[in-house]
Structure formats: C-alpha cells, structure tokens
Nanobody, 127 residues
Framework: QVQVAESGGGLVQAGGSLRLSCTAPGLTFANYPVGWFRQAPGKEREWVSCASSTGRTTYYADSVKGRFAISRDNAKKTLSLQMDSLKPEDTAMYFC????????????????????WGQGTQVTVSS
C-alpha cells in the first residue's frame, strides 16, 4: 500500500508562515501531478493549489494566490506548500494528493480527484 504523509502543520499567529511537506517514497512520484486541498470544520474539502509533474506549471485558488507557493522535488519525492501571510480563515486540515486522474490546468474537485491522499495535517491560525 502506498503511503503518503504530510507534515509541518501547527499553530501560528495571523501574519505568520508555515511550510507543509508531503512525501510519497513508494511512488514513481515524478509521473504525477500533485496538489493540496484543505477542509475546515463543517465545510467541504476545497482545492488550494496544484503543480504539474515537472513542477513548471502551478495554479492557485484565488483565496491563497500571492501568499502560498507550491513546489516539488522529484528526486526526493517531496511536495511542499509554503504558506505566508496566514489568515485565520486559512485554518483547516490540509491534505496533499498525488493524482492519477487530473492534470494541473486549473482548480480540482475533491470528489473527482483520484489518486493517493495523505491523512492530513492541521493548520490553525490565531487572530
């Protein structure tokens, strides 16, 4: 079974930064587009960002554009999300996905994005 693991979540004050990481050592990581979703309590899982298999193409949700940056290191089979200027509304569980069903050409739906999902890492931003 393929294991995908996120790390880097935590509690931070508004305006602060966090860097999330996601590793998938058992996958041919470089073959797949990757992305991040988040889910706040009582809300649907929403797409945050994606990167193409090479990492040269990236997209962001409007709510995080200019504040978050997605990157990947295919040699290390690692995906990252640098989150700056965090806001209380960024509070959510963050999930990475290595997708087998989507390309990074815009937003993704959590319902239709198939692939390898991590278990999530909690990000809490205090005001």
């Amino acid at each position: 079974q393929v294991q995908v693991a996120e790390s880097g979540g935590g509690l931070v004050q508004a305006g602060g930064s966090l860097r999330l990481s996601c590793t998938a050592p058992g996958l041919t990581f470089a073959n797949y587009p990757v992305g991040w979703f988040r889910q706040a309590p009582g809300k649907e899982r929403e797409w945050v960002s994606c990167a193409s298999s090479t990492g040269r193409t990236t997209y962001y949700a409007d709510s995080v554009k200019g504040r978050f940056a997605i990157s990947r290191d295919n040699a290390k089979k690692t995906l990252s999300l640098q989150m700056d200027s965090l806001k209380p509304e960024d509070t959510a569980m963050y999930f990475c996905v290595i997708t087998t069903s989507a390309i990074c050409s815009g937003s993704w739906s959590a319902r239709t994005t198939a692939g390898y999902w991590g278990q999530g890492t909690q990000v809490t931003v205090s005001s």
